[in-house]
């Protein structure tokens, strides 16, 4: 098909005008442990599994970034925190990075001489159970475990007095590798292994735990020091270079830059400033929509780009502004502008499982979802009880449900404002671009994640390939193999339930 067609048919769709002819099957199994789901994220960060949790207040923040890296996907941590305050955010990427590791670099250390009152404390503030004792020239003089602490007095005694010390530990010269570190914890059947330098000095840590929840999922996204990968979500105004800059040194290993209109001059600036400090930093820039958008941003030199404007489920832009690009259009007018030179993140408009498929199709790289996530333990924020009517009754049942708000509605921007110091005319004249909606509460992410990752399999078996990156080329290179445009009525049969 040309380019032209194919721009045309395109134009002025979404997910739902589309179905997708099946093609002779070549795989014996579908699920994701047989099928390869491999993408890129940006242009220098590759998952295992093509999906992305959304930077919103009510869907990413730590405990979600870790399941869907643990996963194969990766979080993107939202900014909606107060103006000014970074560190909440800052903390969030701290705890995903200390969340599992191949080596603890920096494990938490301890005195001999300090008290065990003291060790209870950096126990519990630091949710460790091991503490490495070091000396005043950090060489290594033993271990102190929660176990060590039972039943001793804690005023009386100090870590020296219940610790292991050095000369019953076992530990490990220069850096192990993982199977290496694996096989010492195996022979001497300890838990940590402490690495230490030529002259005793304590250069990390290996915990057992680390490595078992490693060999468990081979899939995860882990950096190079096997912690689990973190994007982070920056503004392009404000103390935005000063947020990159804590974010990065806290160890995010995307920064982000999001607004709602990335084609713009705000934008722009924004790239070059960034580029400016921070040099070949791994750099993410959206949302656009158009052509002419992602050239900007790739002649800007950004790593990957996000895609979307206005299909976002908790988004009331194109109502308030008519503006706007049907994402499958979207989708593809911005993958023939960057041609492959950076990854493409399909942003929005995800309602059901079958439309993943879709978006990686027609555009994406990876897809990014917030409503599809929404309600799960993972999301941030409370679980309120409402009376639900039970239909055909007139009987109120209590439902458990969680908040799900576009990052532009105006509750989340009452709530990232200091409303106390704001002017009542200052709220009332935000133009408000999103929407607040209650979704039931509904367990953990994880269940709906590995669904999703069985309903892509199936996909990439109906589309006769066996990997997400073949289906992706062939369909790429023979669309019109592939895509059915549907009618009102085949739309209604295929749909409607
Ligand atoms: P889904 O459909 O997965 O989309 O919920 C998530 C994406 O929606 C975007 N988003 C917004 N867009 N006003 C908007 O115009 C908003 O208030 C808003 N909040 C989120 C965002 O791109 C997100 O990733």
Same mark, same amino acid.
């Given at each position: 098909?040309?380019?032209?067609?194919?721009?045309?048919?395109?134009?002025?769709?979404?997910?739902?005008? %589309?179905?997708?002819?099946?093609?002779?099957?070549?795989?014996?199994?579908?699920?994701?442990?047989?099928?390869?789901?491999?993408?890129?994220?940006?242009?220098?960060?590759?998952?295992?599994?093509?999906?992305?949790?959304?930077?919103?207040?009510?869907?990413?923040?730590?405990?979600?970034?870790?399941?869907?890296?643990?996963?194969?996907?990766?979080?993107?941590?939202?900014?909606? %925190?107060?103006?000014?305050?970074?560190?909440?955010?800052?903390?969030?990427? *701290?705890? +995903?990075?200390?969340?599992?590791?191949?080596?603890?670099?920096?494990?938490?250390?301890?005195?001999?001489?300090?008290?065990?009152?003291?060790?209870?404390?950096?126990?519990?503030?630091?949710?460790?159970?091991?503490?490495?004792?070091?000396?005043?020239?950090?060489?290594?003089?033993?271990?102190?475990?929660?176990?060590?602490?039972?039943?001793?007095?804690?005023?009386?005694?100090?870590?020296?007095?219940?610790?292991?010390?050095?000369?019953?530990?076992?530990?490990?010269?220069?850096?192990?590798?993982?199977?290496?570190?694996?096989?010492?914890?195996?022979?001497?059947?300890?838990?940590?292994?402490?690495?230490?330098?030529?002259? !005793?000095?304590?250069?990390?840590?290996?915990?057992?735990?680390?490595?078992?929840?490693?060999?468990?999922?081979?899939?995860?996204?882990?950096?190079?020091?096997?912690?689990?990968?973190?994007?982070?979500?920056?503004?392009?105004?404000? #103390?935005?270079?000063?947020?990159?800059?804590?974010? &990065?040194?806290?160890?995010?290993?995307?920064? +982000?830059?999001?607004?709602?209109?990335?084609?713009?001059?705000?934008?722009?600036?924004?790239?070059?400033?960034?580029?400016?400090?921070?040099?070949?930093?791994?750099?993410?820039?959206?949302?656009?929509?158009?052509? $002419?958008?992602?050239?900007?941003?790739?002649?800007?030199?950004?790593?990957? &780009?996000?895609?979307?404007?206005?299909?976002?489920?908790?988004?009331?832009?194109?109502?308030?502004?008519?503006?706007?690009?049907?994402?499958?259009?979207?989708?593809?007018?911005?993958?023939? /502008?960057?041609?492959?030179?950076?990854?493409?993140?399909? #942003?929005?408009?995800?309602?059901?499982?079958? /439309?993943?498929?879709?978006?990686?199709?027609?555009?994406?790289?990876?897809?990014? =979802?917030?409503?599809?996530?929404?309600?799960?333990?993972?999301?941030?924020?409370?679980?309120?009880?409402? @009376?639900?009517?039970?239909?055909?009754?007139?009987?109120?049942?209590?439902?458990?449900?969680?908040?799900?708000?576009?990052?532009?509605? =105006?509750?989340?921007? +009452?709530?990232?404002?200091?409303?106390?110091? @704001?002017?009542?005319? *200052?709220? $009332?004249?935000?133009?408000?671009?999103?929407?607040?909606?209650? +979704?039931?509460?509904?367990?953990?992410?994880?269940?709906?994640?590995?669904?999703?990752?069985?309903?892509?399999?199936?996909?990439?078996?109906?589309?006769? @390939?066996?990997?997400?990156?073949?289906?992706?080329?062939? %369909?790429?290179?023979?669309?019109?193999?592939?895509?059915?445009?549907?009618?009102?009525?085949?739309?209604?049969?295929?749909? !409607?339930?």
């Amino acid at each position: 098909m040309t380019r032209e067609r194919w721009l045309d048919l395109v134009r002025g769709t979404t997910f739902d005008d %589309f179905l997708l002819a099946p093609q002779y099957s070549v795989v014996e199994r579908r699920d994701p442990a047989s099928i390869d789901l491999s993408c890129r994220f940006s242009e220098h960060v590759t998952l295992a599994r093509p999906l992305v949790s959304a930077n919103m207040d009510t869907v990413t923040r730590a405990a979600m970034a870790i399941a869907v890296a643990e996963q194969g996907g990766i979080g993107v941590i939202d900014r909606g %925190f107060r103006a000014g305050e970074i560190a909440p955010q800052v903390r969030e990427v *701290d705890i +995903v990075k200390r969340r599992q590791h191949g080596v603890i670099s920096d494990p938490y250390t301890i005195a001999p001489g300090a008290s065990l009152a003291r060790a209870r404390d950096q126990m519990r503030a630091t949710g460790v159970g091991t503490l490495v004792v070091v000396d005043g020239q950090r060489r290594l003089a033993g271990l102190l475990t929660n176990r060590d602490l039972r039943f001793a007095d804690d005023t009386a005694d100090t870590v020296a007095s219940r610790m292991t010390p050095r000369d019953r530990l076992v530990v490990h010269r220069g850096l192990p590798t993982p199977a290496v570190a694996a096989g010492t914890m195996r022979t001497h059947k300890i838990k940590k292994l402490p690495l230490v330098d030529a002259g !005793d000095v304590l250069t990390g840590l290996v915990t057992a735990r680390d490595l078992l929840a490693q060999q468990a999922r081979p899939f995860a996204t882990r950096d190079d020091r096997g912690r689990l990968r973190v994007a982070a979500a920056i503004g392009a105004t404000g #103390d935005f270079l000063e947020r990159a800059a804590e974010l &990065i040194a806290a160890g995010a290993d995307v920064i +982000v830059i999001d607004i709602a209109h990335g084609h713009s001059v705000v934008m722009g600036r924004a790239i070059d400033a960034f580029r400016h400090r921070f040099g070949d930093v791994e750099l993410v820039a959206g949302n656009v929509a158009t052509a $002419e958008g992602t050239r900007f941003l790739l002649d800007r030199g950004v790593n990957g &780009i996000k895609v979307g404007i206005g299909p976002g489920g908790g988004c009331t832009t194109r109502l308030n502004t008519s503006f706007g690009v049907p994402q499958v259009q979207a989708l593809v007018e911005c993958r023939l /502008a960057a041609d492959g030179r950076v990854p493409l993140i399909a #942003d929005g408009g995800v309602k059901r499982d079958g /439309a993943l498929a879709l978006a990686l199709l027609f555009g994406g790289d990876t897809v990014m =979802l917030g409503s599809a996530l929404a309600g799960t333990t993972e999301t941030p924020g409370d679980v309120v009880q409402k @009376a639900v009517v039970v239909p055909g009754s007139t009987r109120t049942v209590q439902v458990p449900f969680k908040v799900f708000r576009g990052m532009a509605s =105006l509750q989340a921007i +009452v709530d990232r404002l200091d409303v106390e110091d @704001a002017e009542v005319a *200052d709220v $009332e004249a935000l133009g408000a671009e999103g929407m607040e909606v209650s +979704v039931p509460a509904r367990g953990s992410v994880t269940p709906v994640i590995r669904e999703m990752l069985k309903h892509l399999c199936s996909a990439i078996s109906y589309g006769g @390939a066996d990997s997400l990156a073949s289906l992706q080329r062939e %369909f790429r290179a023979a669309p019109e193999r592939y895509v059915i445009r549907l009618t009102s009525p085949a739309r209604d049969e295929s749909f !409607d339930r």
